[in-house]
């Protein structure tokens, strides 16, 4: 069997992109060479011969075309340098089109490494000083009909150069979008993925905190009353088993919703028949089997709703269950063997919410005397919860103490209701 094909090849860049800068100065430095030589002996092929101008020719010769070799390095006194000398050769008649190769490089680079004012400038000067050549030769009668091209030749590399420049300031700031656009889609994947930590972290916390602290109630309950009243023992694991039934059942169904994308059923993929759908979250409806959970583990809990529960979302449902559950949860932990009272009020501004409990009381079954173990239960992040669901809609919580003892909890949800009545 043969092995897995060899990966995709990048594209090679432009053979511009792939030479160095020792290796396009070597190019400069051979161009003007070349270009100099030719320009100062005149070079002919057919016929074959050698003419070497005056001195003046000469030297200005080597100023038009020497420079351009380190045009990279000064590129502004490189082109005056240049634009002068061809100006002088202008004005004697001896510019030749091999002049115009230098001017061009000098003035191509100009344009590209300087700012457009500037590059403006170094135009109009070039254009002048040619310009004043060009005046010069017709007042002493040399014949300058075409010694227009050095003008034309200038132009147009000036704006070739103009253009690579803004090209690559549009290519720089393509550049620049694309790294700040992938910033920003960084970030917010970042803080998508903090928020869903946070979510996954509050749906375990809501579901584990109030069974396992029914559980823990329960089994110091039976822990204690086990060799003296075996029917109140069984009672309490009868108790922890129902609580930790409905924490397995809770945490399959908040797994299964963050494996959204496995269509898998529970049992395995070989299991047989269709994959069972999941248990809807949570809602209004369920505020009584939460109330009596937590009556089986020791601590009464009464609930007084009024409004129509059907108009409240579903999401904010769920919310209102979160909140309650995490409040009677506290009872459980923070004050076992009180009363708890829960009103929902749904109205058409929202959906009001207030657990209150009748403070710490102590009773047979040693239930006060489980404080010490739901210490270690809390995790500190109950009420922060709490106020972070309702913040999801906009809505408030507070929490604290009652002036005559026990502890409230309220909270108000703005979510529209439809219709309000007394529910059966």
């Known amino acids: 069997m043969r092995g897995s094909e060899p990966m995709t090849k990048a594209p090679r860049p432009p053979l511009t992109y792939r030479v160095t800068p020792r290796q396009w100065l ?116 040399h014949d300058q009909s075409e010694m227009l091209h050095s003008m034309l030749a200038a132009a147009a590399m000036w704006f070739v ?65 086990g060799a003296g009243r075996p029917d109140e023992a069984l009672r309490a694991l009868r108790a922890v088993e129902e609580a930790s039934r409905g924490a397995l059942e809770e945490l399959r169904r908040v797994l299964c919703l963050l494996r959204s994308d496995d269509p898998a059923p529970v049992g395995g993929a070989d299991a047989p028949g269709p994959a069972p759908a999941l248990a809807p979250p949570a809602g209004l409806a369920d505020l009584e089997s939460l109330a009596a959970k937590v009556r089986n583990a020791g601590t009464p809990v009464r609930i007084d ?48 919410i207030r657990v209150t409990d009748t403070g710490r009381t102590s009773g047979p079954g040693g239930a006060a005397d489980n404080a010490a173990d739901l210490a270690g239960v809390s995790g500190g992040h109950g009420i922060a919860g709490m106020r972070e669901r309702a913040a999801v809609f906009g809505g408030t919580l507070e929490a604290g ?9 309220r909270a108000f949800l703005p979510v529209p209701a439809t219709a309000t009545g007394r529910v059966a």
């Open 305 to 352: 709703m009024t409004g129509n529960v059907t108009a409240v979302p579903p999401t904010a449902a769920l919310t209102v269950y979160r909140i309650v559950q995490e409040a009677v949860t506290n009872v459980v932990r923070h004050s076992p063997g009180s009363e708890a009272t829960v009103q929902v009020r749904i109205a058409p501004a929202g959906v009001r």
């Open 26 to 141: 070597a190019v400069d430095i051979a161009a003007a060479v070349l270009t100099m030589a030719w320009m100062v002996f005149s070079l002919r092929l057919h016929p074959a011969r050698v003419v070497v101008p005056s001195p003046g020719v000469v030297v200005a010769s080597v100023a038009a075309t020497l420079p351009v070799a380190v045009r990279r390095l000064w590129p502004l006194p490189v082109l005056a340098i240049v634009t002068v000398a061809i100006s002088a050769l202008t004005a004697v008649g001896h510019a030749p089109l091999k002049s115009d190769l230098m001017l061009g490089m000098a003035i191509y680079l100009a344009a590209v490494r300087l700012p457009r004012t500037a590059a403006v400038v170094a135009l109009v000067a070039v254009e002048a000083a040619i310009l004043a050549g060009l005046l010069t030769a017709a007042a002493t009668t």
């Open 401 to 409: 103490p009652l002036p005559g003892g026990g502890f409230q909890v």
């Open 161 to 225: 150069g103009t253009a690579v420049r803004e090209r690559r300031r549009y290519q720089a700031g393509l550049a620049v979008q694309t790294a700040e656009r992938q910033r920003a889609e960084a970030e917010r994947a970042r803080h998508a993925l903090q928020d869903e930590r946070l979510q996954v972290a509050r749906e375990l916390h809501d579901v584990l905190a109030h069974s396992l602290s029914v559980v823990t109630v329960q089994a110091g309950v039976g822990r204690r009353v």
